[in-house]
Every structure is written in C-alpha cells, then in structure tokens.
C-alpha cells in the first residue's frame, strides 16, 4: 500500500530505530549465508510500509536485489497473483523471471490456475531464486501478507527452505487482527529455519514530541505531546492526519493553540483505518458510535448479534489501532462525525435497537429516550417506550427543558391510546409554558374537542384548567373545573386551581369567591382559601411559595393581584425575586410572563417608558408573536403606552399587529380592546373606542369576569360616551362604578369622571377626593388627569391663583410619567419650550430650600390664602406668617405672593391639605 496511507512521510523513522536495527542484523546473517523470514506485525496504520521502504533504502546502498509483493483484497482469491506482481519488478533477473513465467503460462495453458503448480514447476523456482541468490544477496518484501494468496506463500516458504544456506531473506508484514484464517499455512511458516516475528509498537508521548518538533517547535511539541498522543493513540497514520488538520487550521493565520485540532484529515485517516480493519470492526465501531458511553463488551454483543470473544477481539483491534481506549473514543468528534454519516434507516434502526436493550438491562430512563429520540419517526409504539420518554421528561426537566419537551413531543406521537396521549399533551403545553408560552395553545385544542364531546379523563381536569388559567381564559377554566365537580379525589389540584381562579378574579379588597366544597375546605399555610381579602391572600401566597412549576401560576397570578391591588410599593421587589428564581430554573417563558406583568404594573404606576420596555422584552421571548395570546397582552400595554405618549404612530403599527380569533377568549384580548379602544379615542373615533369597550365589557360580564380592577372597562365606555355627547349612558355607568368595590385606583378614577358629569360648583370637592384616592393608590398618570381636570374645574370658577398651581403639578407630573399628550392638553405648547430651555438645577425642586415650617406656610400662600386665614389654619400668630413669607421669598429670590404663586410647585400633601 502507498506510504502515504500507513502513518508514512511525517519523521518516518522516528519511534522505529530498534527495527530497522534488527532488519539489518537479520540481513547481515544472512549474508553469511543463512536464510532467514522474517514476519513483521502491527496494526494498521502503524507505518510497516514506510519501515519496509526505509529498509528497502538500507539494502539498494548494499548492492541487494529487492523484490516486492503487496497483497490487496481484489487480488486475495487469485492463486499466484502475488508471484506475477514480481515480472513487473526491474529488479527480477532474466534467469529467474523465465521459469517464474513457464511456471504460470503452463497454468494459464492448462485451464486451470487454481491448480496447484506441480513439483517440476515449482522446483524450477526455488532453483532460479537459488542460482539468483547465490550471485547477489536476494531480500523479498511482502506487505499485507494477510491479502496475499496462499499459492504464493507456500511457493516463498519452499524457496527460503530450498535455499536455507543462501543469503536469501523473506520478510512479510502482517496486520495484527486482520490474519489469515489457514491452519495448513501457519504450520508451514513454523517449520520455516531462522524464523522471526517482529512488532511494531504505537509511538510513546516521547516519540510524538520528536515527531512534532518539525510542526510545533521544540518547546511546543515537548508541552503537547501527550495531548497529541491520547488523540492518537500512538497512531503514526493518525498523528499525521493531526499534523495536517493543524497545518489548514493556520493557513493565513496563527494558530491559537497548539492543541491536536480534529479535522477533515483525522476523520478520513480514521474511515481507511475501519475499513483495513474489517467488517467486524466497522460494526463495532458503530454500535460504539450509538451506544456512546452506555457501551460495553455485553452489549455489542447483543446488538450485533456476536459472540463475546469475538468482540473482545474486535475492541482489542480498535484499541491497538488507537481509535479507542476500552470502550470509548478518543475524541467524541469522531464518534458524532462517523454517526452522523451513516443512512439514516441504518442509524435510527441502531438506536431503537439499543434503546431495546439498555431498557431490558436497566438503562436510566434519560438514557433510553436519547436513543428513541434519536430513532425519530422508527420508534416504537409499545407501551414501554411511551412510559420511559415521560419518566425521562420529568427527570430532565430541571435541567434540561428543552430536552423534555422533545421527549414529550416523541412520546405524544407514538401514543396510540387517546387517553393516555392527552394527558401527555397537557404535560407538554405545561413545560412548554417554562420555555414559549405561545407554544402553548395549539396543544390545547385535542384536550377541549375531547372535553366538549365529554370523553376527557377526570385526571386531566387540573391540568386543563391550569393552563387556561395561564392562557388568560378564565370561562374555560371554570367550565373545565365545573364539568366535574363532585368527582372529588380523582379530579387532582382543583382546589388548587380554584385558589388561583379566586386570587385572579376577586376585588382586592373583599373576600374570595366561593369555590366547591371541596376546593373551599383547602387553604395556604397560615391563612383559610375564603373570608379574607385577595390582596392579603396574593401577599401571603408570595410569602410561603418557593417557585416551582406547580407554583409558578400560582405566584404570577397572586403578583398580577398585587399590580390591580394597589400594592405597588413592594412588588418590583416581589418581581426581582421572582424573575431571579425563574433565571436560576432555565425558564425563558416564565421570564417572558413575568415581564408581561411587570409591564403592567409600569402602565398602572404611570412609568410609560418602562412600560414599553417591559412589553418589548415579553414579546423577545416568544417565537410565535403574531396573533397569539400573550403577545396580545404585551401589544395591550404597548398601545395604551404609546397612546399615553402621543406616540399615536407607534401604536398604530402595534394595532395593525395580525391578532387570532382565539385571543378573543381570554382577558388578554380584552385588554387588547380596551388599548385599541384607547386608541381610537386619541385618534377622534370615539364611536369605535366605545365599540371595543361595550365588546369587552360584555364579554367580561358574560365569562364572570367583570371586575374593574381586571378591567375598568366602564369608566372607558363612560368616557367615549361623553366624548360623543350622551351624558345619560355615561352617567348610568358612573354611578354602578361607584356603588360597586374596587381599590383606591378605580375609586379614583370613578371619582374623576363623576366630577366630569356634576354641577362645575360641585367638582373641585369631588376632584378633590380623587387625588386623595389616587395619591395612594400609586397611579401617578391617573392621578395627573385628575389634577389636570382639578385645575380646570377651579379655574373655571375664578380660582386663577390655585388652578395655576395645581395645573402645574399636574404638567409636571404627566412629564415625568412621559405622558407628552396629556402634558399638551394641560398646556399646549409648553412641552416644545420645556425641551428648548436650558438645564437648571434648582428649578426643578425649589421647596428642597425651604424648611417645613416655610413650604407650609408658603403652600398656603400660592393658593391664595390670606396671612389672617394661613395664621387659622396653622394655629401660628399672623406675625410667624409673616417672617415666614420674608424668608421664602428672600430663599426663592422672588418679590412676593404672585411669583410665589408662578415658582412654588406644591406636593401631594399640601395640595390635599388645600382642598
């Protein structure tokens, strides 16, 4: 074989001078006249070729005559091939090459050249080697003797024993697991005079540093060597396919390390070495490749249908080779590159049959759903493989979602009872919400055709009405849950799913709705389900729950309760800790929902920017954004965001978003009306705003969901109704809000549009109450409209001094929430010139100069009290006013009450101790 394929041509003779030592004392007693064989063994790949032409070098310098045969498999079966081979050689005296030729043309005369050649013919032989060896010393090389016919063989061996006081050597190169299998042979070879075996060792880590000085440089190869050498094994083939595969890592650049880097060269090295290795060890080689670290002597016999000893053969050939070590690769790339290359039936049919004996031989079940899943569509339906991929799932799913799902997806499409696969499916769309939540509803649609047409199984149940809870689609939950009540203890995790029905829909500040018997009787640690307000439910829940997946709906939705319950203070906080739990569990969908709330409270507090931020993020984390559920939440606070901004084109783009019929059966689509409706109105199309809010409403009432808190959509529809000049509808709506429960924020923003429908006399009293109630509910932009509209009402009533000062808190408040539409109404034009002016420190913040006593005083002052009346109001002489006032306006560098009145921006305190 060409050197080039038997580790040949890189340092050659490194690792190699002890035998061609010892080839050159055989041929040396041979000159004194003894003939000798030689047979020379090492696996494949270990440079035999290349020690036979350094040899070949050695004699040319010695005047011997070197004849060649190389044995191939095309020519194993053909008697004598091997003896042609030497006609052709240059070397082949006349005297030798005639009866050489007699001999074979007779054979080819006779007809039959499977023949053995008679005595005379072989005699004829043996005498013309003699005649030729006694003239000049005669070496003849036979590589790959294990693919050289056995008529050639035997003719050499009779040669050397014809000629034993000739300076005649036979030496043959033998791969040391691919011999020849002929007794008769073997036995002829130990009858041969001076016979000698030789092996050719792998290279030690010593000899790879030399091997590589020429690549790496002394210092180099010295550090890597023994890198180089485990890769390898001591493989000179594949030490020098190493050598090239660095080589095409460095061209044109410096190489980052000197590292053995696994290339094209190393994976081709490898397919000549498996196929010189025999078929046995191409099979082994890909029962390792599949059964990767699961392998074993055991098992490969199982799969390939062989005895243990031949397999402990084959592995000791793969080893000896350097491709192995036991019953592992050397470098993984090899086991994937080589996988990856087989047909695929050949590949799927190899894992579902290792998938077969690992789950009779106690595989983990991890182990074996790798192998079904690696078998694709081939895998079995049997009963086994759907358990053992479910098993796999839960136990990889804290680590590896992704990995679950997959399995849970095989799993699903192998089930063939319906029962059975549904309770699959929902366990898929649950992990599915830890990664996509969009994913999810799709998954859904088998679960509700089979609870429609009644045939559900109670245990799903829980399940399903959990993940409608997740999908906003609380009518369906409550049917699902409904659909079995009294099926008692075979109906798993409903009190649950009550509870976060309860916490989700409940006004936060009465008690919880009332749940079955059988879910009432449940309750948290600490605190009973019913009789006590959903707010405090929602704050202990997020006390007591670590999060979990069965906990994660929980706490979502006990947060959500906190952002509509005026429990803003401490929710980022809440927040962090939940999205810092969801990080550490590799959940991207929980990220995903808890910047959707996030969102939310943002758009409540009035932080727009952060609003659309938050919205942004959620709609990042899903893959399927267009028309899906959850994208319609997070286009909901970006509409009613960019609404509130004046942004009306950004959200114009977000309203043209697709959005699905389905997103129309949850409250995240009612939120999406409410925000299109909003829309609608900045844009003058107040008819349509009240389309979507009447639609929401509706749907609201009809699914039990109608709560202001959820959705207040009555002060909306009170609003656009008064926009198209029906004051009786909108005050009918007033008044049901107002008679009904809710949180200081609904309450307030009640109180302001009542105001709007009252006597102007009656409205700065009423106004009045707003703030109040908005102040503490946190919801600066709602409560910046009701400053705005408290402004307006004292103005319109000839309160000039105080209608100023309210309306510039009221401006400066919807500033800061980046509410430039409200901020035009209030004052148009102002916004331009704020932006245009320069910075200045201190006008932003002119009370930080005064004490308490002087912003009281001065506070009382810029609403147009008189000295006498701030005296009453403080319990403080006229004079303390007086000496107060001096200071104020000596500290805020003015004259007197009308610059007072123009720099002096009240707090939230003073404008509620005013009204």
Same mark, same amino acid.
């Given at each position: 074989m060409a050197e080039m394929n038997d580790g040949g041509a890189l340092g050659a003779s490194v690792g190699r001078g002890e035998q061609l030592r010892e080839l050159r004392e055989k041929f040396s007693r041979c000159l004194s006249g003894a003939a000798s064989t030689v047979v020379l063994q090492c696996p494949a790949g270990f440079g035999r070729t290349t020690l036979l032409s350094e040899f070949a070098r050695y004699l040319k310098h010695c005047r011997a005559t070197v004849l060649r045969i190389t044995g191939t498999r095309d020519e194993q079966g053909i008697s004598l091939a091997g003896l042609r081979q030497l006609l052709d050689e240059p070397a082949l005296p006349a005297r030798v090459a005639e009866p050489l030729r007699t001999v074979l043309a007779g054979r080819r005369a006779a007809g039959t050249p499977d023949a053995p050649v008679g005595p005379a013919g072989a005699r004829a032989f043996c005498l013309a080697l003699h005649d030729l060896a006694g003239r000049t010393p005669v070496v003849i090389m036979v590589d790959d003797m294990q693919y050289v016919d056995g008529a050639t063989l035997r003719h050499l061996l009779a040669a050397v024993s014809f000629a034993r006081a000739s300076p005649l050597l036979l030496v043959l190169t033998e791969s040391e697991h691919a011999r020849r299998d002929d007794p008769a042979l073997r036995t002829l070879f130990l009858q041969q005079p001076n016979l000698v075996r030789m092996y050719l060792p792998p290279l030690n880590p010593q000899d790879v540093a030399e091997? $590589?000085?020429?690549?790496?440089?002394?210092?180099?190869?010295?550090?890597?060597?023994?890198?180089?050498?485990?890769?390898?094994?001591?493989?000179?083939?594949?030490?020098?396919?190493?050598?090239?595969?660095?080589?095409?890592?460095?061209?044109?650049?410096?190489?980052?390390?000197?590292?053995?880097?696994?290339?094209?060269?190393?994976?081709?090295?490898?397919?000549?070495?498996?196929?010189?290795?025999? =078929?046995?060890?191409?099979? $082994?080689?890909?029962?390792?490749?599949? $059964?990767? *670290?699961?392998?074993?002597?055991?098992?490969?016999?199982?799969?390939?249908?062989?005895?243990?000893?031949?397999?402990?053969?084959?592995?000791?050939?793969?080893?000896?080779?350097?491709?192995?070590?036991?019953?592992?690769?050397?470098?993984? +790339?090899?086991?994937s590159t080589l996988l990856d290359e087989l047909a695929p039936q050949v590949r799927a049919a190899l894992h579902h049959r290792a998938a077969e004996l690992l789950h009779r031989t106690g595989g983990s079940s991890p182990e074996v759903a790798g192998h079904l899943l690696a078998a694709g569509a081939s895998v079995s339906s049997a009963q086994w493989a759907v358990d053992v991929l479910r098993c796999a799932a839960?136990?990889?799913?804290?680590?590896?979602?992704?990995?679950?799902?997959?399995?849970?997806?095989?799993?699903?499409?192998?089930?063939?009872?319906? !029962?059975?696969?549904?309770?699959?499916?929902?366990?898929?769309?649950?992990?599915?919400?830890?990664?996509?939540?969009?994913?999810?509803?799709?998954?859904?649609?088998?679960?509700?055709?089979?609870?429609?047409?009644?045939?559900?199984?109670?245990?799903?149940?829980?399940?399903?009405?959990?993940?409608?809870?997740?999908?906003?689609?609380?009518?369906?939950?409550?049917?699902?849950?409904?659909?079995?009540?009294?099926?008692?203890?075979?109906?798993?995790?409903?009190?649950?799913?009550?509870?976060?029905?309860?916490?989700?829909?409940s006004p936060p500040s009465l008690t919880s709705v009332a749940a079955p018997p059988a879910a009432s009787a449940v309750s948290l640690p600490g605190r009973r389900l019913r009789n006590e307000p959903a707010v405090l439910v929602a704050e202990g829940s997020l006390q007591l729950l670590a999060l979990t997946e069965a906990t994660f709906e929980p706490a979502a939705t006990a947060l959500s309760a906190l952002v509509r319950g005026d429990r803003s203070a401490g929710i980022e906080a809440w927040w962090g800790s939940l999205?810092?739990?969801?990080?550490?569990?590799?959940?991207?969908?929980?990220?995903?929902?808890?910047?959707?709330?996030?969102?939310?409270?943002?758009?409540?507090?009035?932080?727009?920017?952060?609003?659309?931020?938050?919205?942004?993020?959620?709609?990042?984390?899903?893959?399927?954004?267009?028309?899906?559920?959850?994208?319609?939440?997070?286009?909901?606070?970006?509409?009613?965001?960019?609404?509130?901004?004046?942004?009306?084109?950004?959200?114009?783009?977000?309203?043209?978003?697709?959005?699905?019929?389905?997103?129309?059966?949850?409250?995240?689509?009612?939120?999406?009306?409410?925000? *299109?409706?909003?829309y609608y109105l900045a844009t003058g199309r107040a008819h349509a705003a009240l389309g979507d809010f009447l639609t929401a409403g509706r749907l609201a009432e009809q699914w039990k969901v109608d709560q202001p808190v959820l959705l207040p959509w009555s002060m909306d529809a009170a609003e656009a109704w008064l926009r198209i000049g029906e004051r009786e509808p909108a005050e009918r709506l007033i008044r049901s809000q107002l008679t009904r429960a809710g949180g200081?924020?609904?309450?307030?923003?009640?109180?302001?549009?009542?105001?709007?429908?009252?006597?102007?006399?009656?409205? =700065?009293?009423?106004?009045?109450?707003?703030? !109040?109630?908005?102040?503490?509910?946190?919801?600066?932009?709602?409560?910046?409209?009701?400053?705005?509209?408290?402004?307006?009402?004292?103005?319109?009533?000839?309160?000039?001094?105080?209608?100023?000062?309210?309306?510039?808190?009221?401006?400066?408040?919807?500033?800061?929430?980046?509410?430039?539409?409200?901020?035009?109404?209030?004052?148009?034009?102002?916004?331009?010139?704020?932006?245009?002016?320069?910075?200045?420190?201190?006008?932003?913040?002119?009370?930080?100069?005064?004490?308490?006593?002087?912003?009281?005083?001065?506070?009382? !002052?810029?609403?147009?009290?008189?000295?006498?009346?701030?005296?009453?109001?403080?319990?403080?002489?006229?004079?303390?006013?007086?000496?107060? +006032?001096?200071?104020?306006?000596?500290?805020?560098?003015?004259?007197?009450?009308?610059q007072l009145t123009m720099n002096f921006a009240l707090s939230a305190e003073h404008i509620t101790v005013a009204s």
């Open positions: 091997l $590589l000085n020429g690549t790496l440089g002394p210092t180099e190869s010295q550090r890597c060597a023994s890198a180089w050498w485990a890769v390898s094994g001591g493989n000179p083939l594949l030490l020098r396919s190493l050598t090239e595969d660095h080589r095409a890592a460095a061209v044109g650049r410096t190489p980052a390390s000197c590292e053995p880097r696994v290339g094209e060269a190393f994976v081709a090295a490898v397919r000549s070495l498996l196929k010189r290795s025999g =078929p046995l060890a191409e099979d $082994l080689f890909k029962g390792l490749s599949v $059964l990767g *670290r699961a392998a074993s002597p055991e098992l490969l016999s199982l799969m390939l249908d062989v005895s243990r000893g031949a397999v402990n053969g084959g592995l000791q050939a793969l080893g000896a080779i350097g491709l192995v070590d036991g019953c592992r690769f050397r470098h993984p +790339l090899v086991q839960e136990q990889v799913l804290a680590g590896d979602a992704p990995l679950a799902v997959r399995f849970l997806q095989l799993a699903c499409g192998a089930c063939t009872d319906p !029962a059975h696969r549904v309770e699959i499916r929902l366990r898929l769309a649950a992990v599915l919400l830890r990664l996509d939540p969009c994913a999810v509803e799709g998954h859904l649609v088998e679960p509700l055709a089979l609870l429609r047409a009644g045939t559900l199984p109670e245990s799903c149940a829980g399940p399903l009405a959990r993940l409608l809870l997740a999908l906003g689609r609380f009518d369906d939950a409550r049917g699902t849950l409904h659909r079995f009540d009294g099926a008692g203890e075979n109906v798993p995790d409903t009190a649950d799913v009550y509870r976060v029905l309860n916490t989700s829909l999205t810092g739990e969801a990080r550490g569990w590799q959940t991207p969908g929980w990220r995903t929902i808890l910047s959707m709330i996030r969102g939310e409270m943002f758009l409540w507090q009035g932080n727009l920017h952060e609003a659309v931020d938050c919205a942004a993020a959620s709609l990042d984390g899903v893959t399927e954004e267009v028309g899906s559920v959850f994208a319609a939440g997070a286009l909901a606070t970006q509409i009613l965001a960019y609404t509130a901004m004046g942004r009306l084109s950004a959200a114009a783009r977000q309203i043209s978003r697709p959005v699905r019929d389905s997103v129309f059966r949850s409250v995240y689509g009612l939120k999406y009306l409410r925000a *299109r409706g909003h200081s924020r609904v309450r307030g923003a009640a109180l302001r549009m009542h105001a709007a429908v009252s006597e102007p006399a009656l409205r =700065p009293r009423t106004l009045a109450q707003a703030v !109040a109630e908005l102040e503490s509910s946190g919801d600066r932009l709602e409560l910046a409209r009701a400053l705005a509209d408290l402004g307006r009402a004292h103005r319109a009533l000839g309160e000039f001094s105080r209608a100023g000062v309210i309306t510039d808190r009221a401006w400066q408040m919807a500033k800061e929430c980046g509410a430039d539409a409200l901020c035009e109404a209030i004052r148009p034009g102002c916004l331009k010139a704020y932006e245009q002016s320069p910075p200045d420190d201190d006008r932003s913040s002119p009370i930080s100069k005064l004490s308490d006593s002087e912003t009281r005083v001065a506070a009382l !002052a810029a609403q147009g009290s008189t000295n006498r009346e701030i005296a009453a109001e403080l319990y403080i002489t006229v004079s303390t006013v007086e000496q107060h +006032l001096t200071r104020v306006y000596r500290k805020l560098n003015i004259r007197g009450r009308r």
